[in-house]
């Protein structure tokens, strides 16, 4: 760890960002432009998301498969919106064992075409479907602008892929999944996610309707953080994706796909962090808990040790780190732990052997009005009620940040005004042609219309014609 | 599944083989030739794989990163020995975001180079060692003859690199790596292999040695599962991974990888099936018990169904599926279970439930020699005694035809004749020249020689030569 100190959030988040990743050591950058390797930490963290996931999707009845990553050049061109899309970013393999390939492969940007190729194959009948399936993977998409985590040229991620035998089933499944999204940001990462729909010139390629999770970050700008898309019978008609009904008719599924990736790591950083680095919510938080022994000389060391001992065995069920590195002094390892974003510290000097006291310091609350002085009996249980505390007041801070920075602006003078601060939340007709000159104008463009819509009708922010829609606004990543 | 029968293990293994890969839904082909789909029930299998590896490295002070998957092309060309290996089957990208690459991309085959590479950047002294890192991935080869799950295109494996600060730590971290595959393989798979060193020409492509795990498939055949290669300081030359000692002297690394595969699954499948279809050793089995509810009417159902669901949730701790489908017999279920190698099948009807009885079936001891009559009560450690009664008796059943298939032929014509029925135990003089030799007469290549050796010397199976060890040869996969 470096020993500068960070730039200040308020001074400039993008470069807090970019040091807290590095310095965290969550990622470094890879010798292919654009490409990150995730270090061991912020994989560790990764799998944590994987795991909450994971467990949310087995519950709701999917499996996980593997579908390969080369996908035949022709088979993006099947799906017109689709191939539009995805057409730009598109990485390339050319030649294989040393000869010029007679149709060229691509790196998978996303597994609609293959998957839609197999569900082909595999589905026949009614008694098949539905089809839940679910993959953990890489995915490669030729990105300009890159940023560790936000938007790389190879990004991990998960993608769910469904049949189903009817619309309602399939936008039930959409909806659920978005539902899964909110339930994970919000109750393992502290992420308060607005989730709701995208306008048209917003949805996935190819997609009938996506839906979305969107987060607001410590500098007000949006983050997509997981999408949702019922994808209607497109892909079912363009891969042949049919099953004999009941009745035996020939009939074509509802197919859907769903994702979220290692962007929500980024969501966490910017979500929790502040000037000291990175804050990590306890639920996620590859290490819970970093215990510092402290003493100056090895009598000293004596007497603490055996304690700390004691205590990493009674907090066995925590992701516990002991920090016993002699080389650094316990001032060193307060900022190091602090920077990695550790949810609790807990200090054990002789004093506290003496007094049979640790001092726990909370990682939400710097200073001395994060510190409480634990007794050593009952710690697991003193423990878990702090990392609960920690866990509730992550989602109480990052909740009030955002209602405090949703607006409600009047009228589109306000509205200009409202989107450099934080969001706004408006009236739309729908009309892509305002949602463009909005974007234009202000850079802030639609994030996603809320389930819960107020009761009524009203005008549309920039053009006065009725609306029947509230959307967010909001400048993103 | 299909109602045609199997062809047998005798008369057509490799067919046999296929035909379970299919059948029991653990793989399926892929549109781009030579790549697979890994279904849900075969991923499943793969997961568990995971999950016990995993747990042993983590055990052993790994942990895991991910390391980008394109690489540029000068990486690949800065350790001689390894470009020469993987060039012929490189999977190259040579357009990004339509645009031609000024350098080529290779989609990786294994991840030396570029981990190499980072380690350079991330280790500066000896407080920075071992480094000990595993990355969970998907690499290419572009293999021209392939099998499911055995030899792909596209492949899943895990991939370990470490960098230490002596040749000793790296060789004894070499051997650490090959012992808990082994004891993986052992204790989870029931796969009985045999640890060793392999010899020069079969050493992984820029290696100093190279150590595997070599397993005895039912057809005799012998298949490598897992190997781990001390890199000497080759890669850290080519990477420049250094570090400054304690007495801040600059000093090359030593480093290691090693590596085990979904070509596992395949080691399982052709280890313990036999003609009916898979057998799965239980502790790795995604379903280690199949309940098959039996009843004629809806009245024997409304009397069965109670106790079913009794036991299922006194059976909660094991991965368990009942079979309630209704649309077919117990008979196809029986059949298809047996297919897919569940471990264990439970049989409950109206019988069963006057007599508060249950019948055990054993995947592994097919007819009525593996059926057992259980009391209901306490079914749970019943369950337990039996499952691992089947885990035991695969290991044996496995080690025994091993044991039974390798000779120790006397002279080179008997020699000749061994590897054509199982593998040859012998002396070898550790010269190429007949290495070579006895594959292009036998097609046997040495497998690998064991670290225990038999006391004394001997003079070499082709040329009479002395020689010092013994070595396995077979006919691979």
Redesign the interface.
């Known amino acids: 760890m470096s020993e500068e100190k960070l730039p200040s959030r308020a001074e400039n988040f993008s470069e807090w960002y970019n040091q807290v990743v590095l310095r965290a050591e969550l990622a470094?950058y890879?010798?292919?432009r654009g490409?990150?390797?995730?270090?061991?930490y912020?994989?560790?963290l990764?799998?944590n998301i994987q795991a909450s996931l994971d467990q949310r999707f087995k519950a709701t009845g999917h499996?996980?498969?593997?579908?390969?990553?080369?996908?035949?050049k022709s088979?993006l061109e099947k799906e017109k919106e689709h191939v539009e899309g995805f057409?730009?970013?598109?990485?390339?393999?050319?030649?294989?064992?040393?000869e010029v390939l007679e149709e060229?492969?691509i790196?998978r940007p996303t597994s609609e075409t293959?998957i839609g190729?197999?569900y082909s194959?595999?589905i026949k009948s009614y008694?098949d479907l539905p089809v839940l399936?679910n993959q953990w993977?890489?995915v490669?998409r030729?990105e300009?602008r890159t940023r560790l985590f936000l938007r790389t040229?190879?990004f991990?991620w998960q993608e769910g892929h469904t049949a189903h035998a009817s619309y309602e089933e399939a936008e039930e499944e959409t909806l659920r999944m978005l539902e899964v999204y909110t339930r994970f940001a919000i109750d393992d990462a502290a992420v308060p996610v607005l989730p709701g729909r995208k306008s048209d010139s917003e949805r996935f390629a190819g997609a009938q309707r996506t839906y979305s999770i969107e987060a607001m970050m410590g500098d007000t700008r949006a983050l997509q953080a997981g999408t949702s898309h019922n994808l209607g019978q497109n892909f079912a008609k363009a891969f042949d994706i049919r099953y004999l009904d009941p009745n035996n008719q020939l009939q074509y599924c509802w197919t859907t796909s769903w994702g979220l990736s290692t962007r929500f790591v980024g969501a966490i950083i910017m979500t929790h962090g502040d000037d000291q680095g990175l804050i990590l919510p306890p639920r996620l938080a590859p290490i819970q808990i970093v215990v510092i022994p402290i003493f100056r000389n090895d009598e000293e060391k004596s007497v603490v040790m055996p304690i700390v001992e004691r205590l990493k065995n009674e907090l066995a069920s925590f992701r516990l780190r002991v920090d016993d590195r002699s080389?650094l002094t316990p001032g060193f390892k307060f900022n190091d732990w602090e920077m990695r974003g550790v949810p609790l510290r807990l200090e054990i000097g002789p004093k506290d052997v003496q007094n049979h006291t640790v001092m726990a310091a909370r990682r939400d609350i710097p200073g001395k009005g994060g510190k409480t002085l634990l007794n050593q009996d009952q710690i697991s249980s003193q423990v878990t009620t702090l990392l609960d505390n920690i866990q509730k007041s992550l989602l109480h801070r990052a909740t009030t940040f955002r209602d405090e920075h949703i607006y409600n602006p009047k009228n589109y003078e306000e509205f200009k005004q409202a989107v450099t601060q934080g969001w706004a939340f408006s009236w739309w007709c729908g009309n892509a042609e305002c949602e463009g000159q909005i974007k234009e104008e202000t850079k802030a463009t639609t994030r996603c219309m809320p389930m819960d819509q107020p009761e009524g009708k009203g005008t549309c922010i920039y053009c006065g014609e009725p609306a029947h829609e509230k959307v967010y606004f909001a400048r993103a990543y």
């Open positions: 470094d890879a010798p292919v490409c990150m390797v995730v270090r061991p912020g994989w560790a990764w799998e499996v996980n498969a593997a579908f390969p990553m080369l996908i035949p088979f057409s730009p970013e598109l990485a390339v393999v050319t030649i294989g064992g040393g060229p492969l790196v293959i190729h197999m194959k595999w008694r399936i993977g890489n490669v030729w300009m040229l190879e991990y080389e």
